[in-house]
């Protein structure tokens, strides 16, 4: 039978089942050891050393408490990041630090250089993930529409869309803007996302023109990015779950960024031993990279992507059963090693011989579907039978999306039945 999977209304109850698959690993004891520290530390330096101007402002940033929302979550982090990155940057460091007036704060500034780095490796990190994640809500819905006129008007508004959001960016950078305000504004455009997915579920904004011709679209899809906003939504089983490791790692990273900054502010005045904190921030930005990046490799591994390696001269192929007329055929792909792979779509007939439906071309990846012309066996290939030495590496997702329903008809349909009936 054709997979009915994809038209399974995706409520809270349906993911706590999907996520019982996933359980996160309880995070290392030494983020909150490290944090505690941290706070310890900084807290010594307010009550011990006098006072400079703006320390309120960090006092304030001491008891702030973690937003409820993963994604929000990981945007604060990616701000503390670079918040950490600029304090990290020899031209911020201390005047003596800058000058390396002691052979021991030489040792510093070479320690500081390498975390320097290190951080830069954690914001790649949460910048890809990101990425992909955005990009994976996109290709779901775009999956599943008709490769025509309609597909192109959603990729069309996308890319006006992202192509203004990355110049008023860089409009808040070239005027000096700080990197608050930068991310005050990147959280701002995350939520016009977000709501243009809700349009795009409710057929209304700028979507509603388009939505009523996405009869390829599964209902059930629609209605998920109808709530995605909602603090009750389908989406709240993911932060109950998820949620609190990642405000652990949240607050950890907002410590590291105060006590760097109170430290550069006082670095000759401190009376603790250098090496002490250096050790202390070295430790904590290592624990929360670690942890960080283990969180986000864990978050981005549900996707339901199979994995196949396809050796010199050889093929992978999918079968699918399709029972209905106008059914979808649905596929997602990429290499993660190798320069292309063939691709085609077959139907396999009674006798069972080959028919070529989808012409045979090389991709690197490709992402489409096909509504089918009459039921039967369909075969995804992908070929690697021309290649004499190199095997592919291949990243792919295939579904069969029994006929949407047209609810006009339906309902037009109904009307007609009652007539009859009277």
Partial sequence: MASTEGLVPITRAYLAKFYDKYSFAPLSEDVDRLSNELRKCYRSFLTELPNR?????????MEWTPPHKIDENLWRNREQIEEILFLLEKRNWPMKLKGHATSADTAIATTVERLDAEMHGILTAVQSF???????????????????????????????????????????????????????????????RRRQLAQLGSA??????????????????LDFVRQINDHHGPMEEQRQRYGPPLYQLTSMTISIQIFLKM?????????????????????????????????????????????????????????????????????????TSGKDVGFCLELISHSGESN????????????????????????LVWDNSYSTFYKKSLRYKVDSIPPVIDTTQLDASNEETILDAN
Wanted: one cysteine or more.
């Fill in 130 to 192: 990101q990425s992909a994640s955005t990009e994976k809500i996109f290709n779901m819905v775009v999956t599943y529409m008709p490769q025509d006129f309609r597909c192109s008007l959603f990729k069309q508004q996308r890319e006006r869309s992202e192509r203004r959001k990355q110049a008023e960016v860089d409009a808040v950078i070239s005027s000096g803007g700080s990197i608050r305000d930068k991310y005050s504004l990147l959280w701002k455009q995350q939520m016009e």
């Fill in 53 to 61: 101007a703006g320390e309120e402002l960090l006092i304030s940033e």
């Fill in 263 to 335: 430290w550069w502010r006082h670095f000759d005045e401190v009376k603790l031993s250098k090496d002490d904190l250096l050790s202390l921030v070295e430790q904590s930005i290592h624990v929360y990279g670690s942890e960080f990046k283990r969180f986000l490799v864990f978050l981005g591994q549900s996707d339901d992507f199979m994995e196949a390696v396809i050796p010199a001269g050889k093929t992978h192929e999918v079968r699918l059963t399709v029972d209905s007329v106008n059914s979808y055929i649905a596929w997602d792909f990429k290499l």
């Fill in 204 to 221: 209304s904004g700028v979507y509603k023109t388009l939505v009523k011709y996405l009869v390829g679209v599964p209902e059930v899809l």
């Fill in 356 to 379: 070529p439906i989808i012409p045979y071309q090389r991709y690197e990846s490709s992402q489409g579907n096909f509504c089918t012309p009459i039921a039967g066996i369909y075969k």
